[in-house]
């Protein structure tokens, strides 16, 4: 994780594309100066960021030969989020947020450089790579809720809806040139090279971060939209900020229910990522450029899911993109985890990622649309706490329990598990069918 989490901010430089065109209704957001080098900037932080995640797959599975180390070392990459990323999502709405990015930005590129040095003089180990995953994901928490609220200063609310959806294009479209990378790399420069080309790749997301011009007095926050930012001290305190923020999405119930949605999903859905090493080697029997082709597979599908909505602008009847995408993406990981030729099993891994983004992309838009602004920072931080936080957990005991009934039970068992809750759901609720 990296540039997903980076930020750059709109002031008087953001202007919008003219309409001139359906190619210039799906790319207008680009139009904005300050979302143009945050997407740009993120773009080839991903990239190595992708690269290191498939480097680091397979070097614990050398270094441990155990589905349990897989499963904890994704633990120690995302367990942070179940406490910073709520504490982040406070800063969002009353702290300098670039300044913060940048901050922590830097913290996860020098731990990456710290990482291939390590690598290339040997003296890596299991615990050298959780602490990593650690420290790299501590990054991410408090960074991730002021990547999500500053999006409607990158752009502003015309085009948020755009943003989004070209935002997630270009992460996605990451995670299918990283892993492609990550193989190349493997075979003509050596393993500890993904560290090192994603260490050197903050560098790039830091440079575009410095060179958005933010005007503080303009930028939507806590209060209104006039007024400058305040410190977290100044206001009612953190953890009071915190409670108002857990009330105001009680009352609302299609807000809760969309970020359960996006819990169970990542409870027993997203930890396929961390057992693809598994899949790759004992499954199929592959490489670790096998692994690379996996992994850039499921990017493919999701770039293609983010590259739709794109296409399609700003989509009638969201909740069942919500629906529809989340139910698909578990029975997507069912097919997967069960086939037993690879080139079938590719078919739902493209199935599962192409689903998956649809669902969380346009849970993003409805939540951006449906809070208000001075919620808008701590409500973003449930919604990456409920993807994102539910993961460690997730990845835990999923790594547990293939240790014992092996990882296509263990995947196939969550999958099923996820198409089911989706679709009581959507039984259950028809307020939340009829959102749009």
């Not at 050398?62 to 504490?87: K, M, Y």
């Not at 990017?299 to 602008?313: E, N, Q, S, Y």
């Not at 590719?346 to 001075?374: P, R, Y």
Request: hydrophobic share 55%; aromatic share 10%; glycine share 10%.
């Amino acid at each position: 994780m990296s540039a997903n989490i980076e930020q750059s901010v709109p002031p008087e430089a953001a202007t919008g594309v003219a309409s001139g065109g359906r190619g210039s209704e799906m790319l207008r957001a680009l139009g904005h100066r300050n979302f143009r080098l945050f997407w740009a900037g993120a773009f080839l932080s991903n990239v190595g960021t992708w690269m290191q995640t498939v480097a680091q797959g397979w070097l614990m599975l050398q270094l441990t030969d155990s589905a349990f180390w897989l499963g904890l070392d994704g633990f120690a990459a995302t367990v942070p989020g179940l406490v910073l990323i709520l504490v982040g999502g406070v800063f969002a709405d009353h702290l300098d947020r670039k300044r913060l990015l940048l901050l922590t930005q830097i913290g996860a590129g020098v731990t990456a450089l710290v990482l291939a040095l390590l690598i290339s003089a040997g003296m890596v180990d299991r615990w050298t790579l959780l602490i990593a995953s650690f420290v790299t994901g501590c990054c991410f928490s408090l960074a991730a809720p002021s990547y999500q609220a500053i999006m409607i200063d990158l752009v502003g609310r015309e085009d948020l809806s755009n943003a989004i959806a070209l935002n997630s294009t270009q992460f996605q479209l990451s995670r299918v040139l990283g892993p492609v990378l990550a193989g190349v790399a493997f075979a003509t420069l050596g393993l500890e090279w993904c560290f090192l080309i994603n260490g050197l790749s903050y560098v790039v997301i830091v440079t575009a971060l410095a060179l958005v011009r933010i005007d503080n007095g303009k930028r939507i926050t806590a209060g209104n939209s006039g007024d400058k930012q305040s410190s977290v001290p100044a206001r009612r305190g953190l953890w009071r900020d915190l409670l108002d923020g857990f009330r105001y999405v009680q009352r609302r119930p299609r807000v809760f229910l969309m970020l359960l949605i996006s819990a169970v999903t990542s409870l027993f859905g997203a930890p396929y990522l961390t057992m693809m090493p598994l899949f790759a080697r004992d499954v199929f029997q592959l490489t670790e450029r096998g692994l690379s082709v996996l992994m850039g597979v499921a990017g493919a599908g999701a770039f293609c899911g983010a590259l739709l909505l794109v296409l399609l602008g700003d989509v009638r009847r969201k909740s069942w993109y919500v629906l529809g995408g989340a139910a698909a993406f578990g029975l997507g990981l069912v097919g997967f985890a069960l086939s037993k030729n690879l080139y079938v099993a590719l078919v739902f891994l493209f199935i599962a990622g192409f689903a998956i983004v649809c669902s969380v992309a346009v849970t993003n838009m409805l939540l951006q649309k449906l809070v208000t602004d001075e919620m808008r920072g701590r409500v973003m931080s449930m919604f990456i706490l409920s993807f994102i936080g539910a993961w460690p957990i997730g990845n835990f005991l999923a790594g547990a329990v293939a240790e014992r009934l092996g990882a296509p039970r263990t995947l196939a068992l969550g999958g099923l598990i996820t198409a089911l809750f989706v679709a009581c759901v959507t039984l259950r609720y028809p307020r939340l069918r009829e959102l749009d």
